[in-house]
């Protein structure tokens, strides 16, 4: 796997940050958190971000700073979003191996507490199951494997990604 990144998809709360640090120091790969790195890019939060520009505005961010990426050997943890820019999701998958961290939806509501301040890019009114429905289509798409870690610690999910093909 020299050279290539492995990046992690899924929805918000599937664990994809806290995972990637897991892995990155397991691996000793570097880490990128799209999701910091926006707000870095920016100077603002991404629930600023929703409400100031809209969630579109978010999203084409997001693609915006998954095009600048231009690394090898990185745990990449994408935005929840990530899946919708097709450009961003090739460039992603031509430098490594797309991981789905794939939670049910009740685990994922639990996790994330207060969907509407969470900074998640979602049309107005949308609900999260509504969500979650939209983008499952999107994220096993893009997946080159499929974890499946309901009821699973962080630590679990990690030893499945470890096992899997992808390092």
Known sequence: MQGKNIIL?????????????LLSKETGLDFIDTDVAIQVREGKTLQQIVDQQGYLALRAIEQEVIAELHCKNTVIATGGS???????????KQNGIVV???????????????????????KSGQSFEALYAERLALYQQYADIHISAGG????????????????
């Open 82 to 92: 990530a899946v919708y820019g097709a450009r961003a999701m090739r460039q992603l």
């Open 9 to 21: 998809i899924g929805m918000p709360g599937a664990g994809k940050s806290t995972v990637g640090v």
């Open 152 to 167: 699973q610690s962080s630590q679990q999910v990690l030893a499945k990604i470890l096992h899997s093909s992808a390092c």
């Open 100 to 122: 789905f961290i794939d939670v049910p939806i009740t685990q994922l509501l639990r996790r994330i507490g207060n969907f509407d301040t969470r900074g998640i890019a979602s």
